[in-house]
């Protein structure tokens, strides 16, 4: 079955630096987006990413972040000067179209997330 | 702005017993979807079921079904015959049709199956 991939597992950080997560979302998904989850809360959204553009974007999603598909193949979440409350998992996602489903899962399919701990 | 609320944030079941998870949501859509994902410790996002607004029957998975009250806009996951790899947080999750396609997530409920 096809997979959303995400690098690194875990990343740790200094306060202030600049970190980039890495996804290789399914290849004939069209739609892509990112997630947060702070340790023991709930998941919320941060942004999609449809046509080479952001389609939507929560208050979250502020300038310190931004995110990019520079090749086709992988999508990026950029965090430009790390604050140690960006400690949390972050997952990818991606979905085939708005309406088609596919795996009984409207085609949205996670990556297993990756730990960011800013220090 | 839809919401959703989970307002169990731990419960517990024997192994074997039949558990029941609430979710209320909160929107003014007519089609929308909603979704029960299940968090294990490895903390991967696993679908657990899914139900189309449209649709008045309720959605089932094996041991996995849902009591989708839309008038009352609850949509609640029974967990029959629990199994100890059942031990997950839930999140009850929302979907608007047609639109970017992001999920609303609730708060999660701690399911703890017990031997």
């Known amino acids: 079955e096809p997979e959303v991939t995400q690098t690194p597992s875990h990343q740790v950080t200094q306060m202030g630096q600049e970190v980039i997560l890495r996804c290789v979302p399914i290849s004939n998904h069209l739609y892509f987006y990112w997630y947060r989850q702070i340790l023991g809360q709930k998941v919320e959204f941060l942004v999609s990413?449809?046509?080479?553009?952001?389609?939507?974007k929560s208050e979250i999603f502020d300038d310190q972040f931004s995110v990019e598909r520079p090749d086709g193949s992988n999508f990026t979440l950029k965090i430009r000067s790390t604050k140690l409350e960006d400690s949390a998992m972050y997952f990818c996602a991606s979905k085939i179209s708005l309406t088609t489903r596919q795996n009984n899962n409207y085609g949205y399919t996670f990556g297993s997330g990756t730990r960011l701990t800013v220090v | 702005a839809q919401t959703v609320t989970q307002s169990q944030p731990e419960m517990s079941v024997q192994e074997a017993e039949t558990v029941t998870l609430s979710c209320t949501y909160d929107t003014s859509e007519n089609n929308y979807y909603l979704f029960w994902y299940k968090q294990p410790p490895s903390r991967q996002m696993i679908l657990v079921i899914r139900?189309?607004?449209?649709?008045?029957q309720n959605a089932t998975e094996n041991r996995f079904s849902v009591n989708f009250q839309k008038a009352a806009k609850s949509f609640s996951l029974k967990i029959s015959d629990s199994q100890l790899g059942d031990t997950a947080m839930y999140f009850c999750a929302f979907m608007r049709s047609g639109n970017t396609g992001k999920l609303i997530f609730g708060q999660g409920t701690t399911l703890q199956v017990k031997p």
């Open positions: 139900q189309e607004a449209y649709k008045q």
């Open positions: 990413f449809y046509n080479n553009e952001i389609s939507e």
